[in-house]
């Protein structure tokens, strides 16, 4: 197998963990244009796999790790890789992406995605080198901690005195213990939603590690290198990824959040908390944080390292320093950096363990599950932790989540998740799209894959946060667009850079004004464009440089309606593959706590209007009343048959 | 007197954090923050600067040019993102 279009390696192989089996995979170039590469990808081999009656812990189930075609190519942000499968947490199609090195090694192995399945008979480390797939016995590395496996490996990699030019995955106890919320670990980077590192654990898979010596070839070489100078200057010279996030990171929004009042604040009973000062993202860069750290070829670097017992370790992204701080009271930043390193050492989802104890919390505070658990009462959490990756004592119970906890116990209405998945920090009583979003997300309650429209209500634009009014639509578009940079192996944070810099840096100037004014308005514009993408028909290059790059990496024509129509094509073919488990309208929900009790008793507007923007939600994806997408929609997309 | 924060990428850039200050209005603010950064022996900002910020005042964004209280506390923000 090979490709015609640059950026590809042009393989795709299949892993039996069971029979040790390795194939090749058949995908062609039609496929490359049709679903490009990581999530979509993943999600069209998934789709072609999954009748609707699989169960995530089977040997039904697939565990895709798939590039995107610019990933090693030298694009801005492009060394991102995807992990797609059956969730165990929310029981759908769901996907985590993740930064890193481990998807440009899987394609300097020769490989644009790897496909798993089966569990093998013994603890195993999969070791990849080109073409050789070596199933090692795992039993010294099982029961170890992220970097304390990722140290063992490399060891045993480097035994040849050569260097360590590998990628790795491995999991933590968290995933051996089959952790519904457990993550996959690659380097200091996590694939952390929607509890990949659990099947993994079903699996006996402990680790997968990749080495080789191909080459990624862009299709224009000396065109993409003039471009991805252009590129990497827009991005360094614009307010947000080059300066806020370089700078102060995603943490950086505590802050922000907090005056906005959409800071996830005691379980979300609020949306601001008042000791937030002590738990932000100036207060961490002051006096905690080391180094700014990024991925591969990423000029944002937003990553951070903080001192910690005298060692440098990954700091909390803004989800963490939300969701364990003011999100269960807590104002012990020191705490809370131990907590960070010790949940992503164990291999768990940082917001879904959050999400699962603030729950638990307020289930205790109201006589609902007596488990001993209360805001503000932070002693202990450690070892909460340790007990719930081992799954001991009430930790075997918060492993499965506030979902299946408040099905058991009661207090459904404040168990803040989405198809099965906690939300994040963004409290959207105030950021209303951002509340459809975490409805609608195929992945569940996840902001990212909700379309982030909170960027528009109140942290880079300042757009009316509490009308529906063309929320729907906008969520729309920026699904798509954010479905397709992942498709490509870039990072999402480059679509910030989406938004002209002169807007982000003149907040008060009239013309940022009237955009604020104007969005709210401009719904039916943004269904046409959505409906009938081809009407954008060229790049829009002075302030999105995707198009023209991915042209020059892979030779594929490309335009900005083409790229949206593609992101569409995923996004419904992700819903398309969910429908067949179930899902409909009724799976598109929030917490009453978020549409149902007003965030301000006396502002009327508090609360999520989520009744009115889901009808024209569907309607502007092409969806029937049930929220399942029509044959003519199917059809539009090229994805009959995928439905 | 009024009391002023800042807070997101300006205030690590400039070292400007929290003050309590003499100002009738905004300018007058931008101004003496300006003459602070001045010291802080990290990048100054301008008046320029301050004036591209989103300003709260008792917790309600306000246009550039308000006019301040005795007692006021104001927050100046930089746009953000994440994620």
Known sequence: MSSKYGGYMGKVV??????????????SDRERELYIGGKIMAAKILSDHLTGKEKPFSDQNLLVIATGPLTGTGAPSSSRFNISTLSPQTGLLASSNCGGNFGYY????????????????????????????????????????????????????????????????????????????????????????TGMGAIMGWMNLKAVTVTGNHVVRPYDPEGMLKWNRKWFHYLRTHPLTGEQLPRIGTAGLVSQMQMRKILATENFKHGQNESFEKVNGERLAEEFNVVNKGCLTCP????????????????????????????????????????????????????SAAGTLAWAMEANEKG?????????????????????????????????????LSEKYGG????????????????????VGMGLGYAVSNRGGCHLNGGYL??????????????????????????????????????????????????????????????????????????????????????????????????????MPMTFGKYMSIGNRGYTLERSVNCRFGVSAKDDTLPKRLTDELERPDEPRSRVPLDKMKPVYYAARGWDSNGIPTRSTLRRLKLKGGG | MVSVKLFGALRLRSGLKEYQLEAKNLDELYARLAEISAGTGLEPVTVKDLRACIVMINGKQCRPRHALSDGDAVVLLTPASGG
């Open chain 1, 14 to 27: 299949q892993v039996d963990l069971a029979t040790g089996e390795v194939s090749p995979y058949p995908w």
């Open chain 1, 106 to 193: 899987l394609k300097k192995a020769g490989y644009d995605a790897l496909i798993l399945r089966g569990q093998a008979r013994e603890h195993t480390w999969l070791e990849i080198r080109n073409d050789k797939f070596i199933f090692h016995n795992a039993d010294g590395l099982w029961g170890k901690k992220a970097s304390e496996t990722q140290a063992a490996l490399s060891q045993l990699l480097t035994q040849d005195g050569a260097p360590d030019k590998s990628g790795k995955l491995c999991i933590g106890p968290a995933g051996e213990n089959r952790v519904l919320y457990a993550s996959i670990i690659s380097n200091e980077r996590i694939s952390g939603r």
């Open chain 1, 300 to 351: 944002i670097r937003c990553a951070r390292t903080v001192a910690l017992d005298g060692q440098e370790v990954k700091g909390p992204e803004l989800e963490t320093l939300g969701l364990l701080g003011g999100g269960i009271r807590n104002d012990n930043m020191e705490l809370l950096l131990r907590w960070n390193y010790e949940l992503d050492e164990l291999g768990m989802d940082s917001i």
């Open chain 1, 368 to 404: 609902v599950w007596n488990c001993g658990l209360n805001f503000g009462d932070v002693g202990g959490i450690s070892r909460l932790w340790e007990d719930i990756a081992h799954r001991r004592g009430i930790g075997d119970e918060l492993a499965n989540g506030s979902k299946r």
């Open chain 1, 412 to 431: 459904k209405e404040f168990a803040i998740q989405s198809k099965g998945l906690e939300l994040s920090a963004y409290e959207p009583r105030h950021a």
């Open chain 1, 454 to 555: 909170v960027i528009l209500e109140g942290l880079g634009l300042n757009i009316d946060s509490q009308t529906p009014k063309a929320k729907a639509d906008l969520t729309v578009m920026f699904q798509n667009l954010m479905e397709m940079i992942s498709a490509s192996g870039q990072c999402l944070f480059t679509s910030y850079a989406f938004f002209p810099g002169f807007l982000m840096s003149r907040p008060n100037a009239w013309y940022t004004q009237a955009v604020n004014k104007v969005l709210p308005h401009a719904g039916a514009a943004v269904r046409l464009l959505n409906r009938f993408p081809q009407l954008v028909h060229m790049h829009l290059s002075p302030v999105f440089h995707h198009t023209r790059g991915f042209q020059y990496a892979t030779g």
